[in-house]
C-alpha cells in the first residue's frame, strides 16, 4: 500500500494550493480517506476526510470553508484544495487510509496506512 501527496510549496497569506495524494494497493471506495497535518512538536491534526456513502466530506472547524476535500476513483487520487491559507496552516499534510470512518469532525477513526506528507509553508 502505498499514498504518494504532493502538491505543497511555499504560498503567501490568502493564497491556494492543490495537494494531490495517489493511493495504490488500496480500492478508494472500500476505505475511509482523509488528510490530517502535523507540525514538529505537536499532536497530528485531522483535517478532512471524505464519506464515500454520502459522497461528500467532512472538516475540521479551522479549516471549515476554506478547504475542500475531493476524489477520482478513476485515478486512484485524492485531492486537498487549499484556499484562504494562513500561517497557521503551515504543516506537513499526510493522506491517510483508515478501515475505520471519517468522523463530522473531519477526522479518521484510525490512521491504517500514510504516506511521506507534504510540507506547506505559509508564510510572507
Known amino acids: 500500500v502505498q499514498l504518494q501527496a504532493s502538491g505543497g510549496g511555499l504560498v503567501q497569506p490568502g493564497g491556494s494550493l492543490r495537494l494531490s495524494c495517489v493511493v495504490s494497493?488500496?480500492?478508494?471506495?472500500?476505505?475511509?480517506i482523509g488528510w490530517f497535518r502535523q507540525v514538529p512538536g505537536k499532536e497530528r491534526e485531522g483535517v478532512s476526510c471524505?464519506?464515500?456513502?454520502?459522497?461528500?466530506?467532512y472538516y475540521a472547524d479551522s479549516v471549515k470553508g476554506r478547504f475542500t476535500i475531493s476524489r477520482d476513483n478513476a485515478k486512484d487520487t485524492v485531492y486537498l484544495q487549499l484556499n484562504d491559507l494562513k500561517s497557521e496552516d503551515t504543516a506537513r499534510y499526510f493522506c491517510?487510509?483508515?478501515?475505520?470512518?471519517?468522523?463530522?469532525?473531519?477526522?479518521?477513526?484510525?490512521?491504517?496506512?500514510w504516506g511521506e506528507g507534504t510540507l506547506v509553508t505559509v508564510s510572507s
Open positions: 491517510a487510509a483508515s478501515q475505520g470512518f471519517c468522523l463530522s469532525t473531519g477526522t479518521l477513526t484510525s490512521h491504517d496506512y
Open positions: 494497493g488500496l480500492t478508494l471506495n472500500y476505505v475511509a
Open positions: 471524505f464519506v464515500n456513502t454520502e459522497g461528500r466530506g
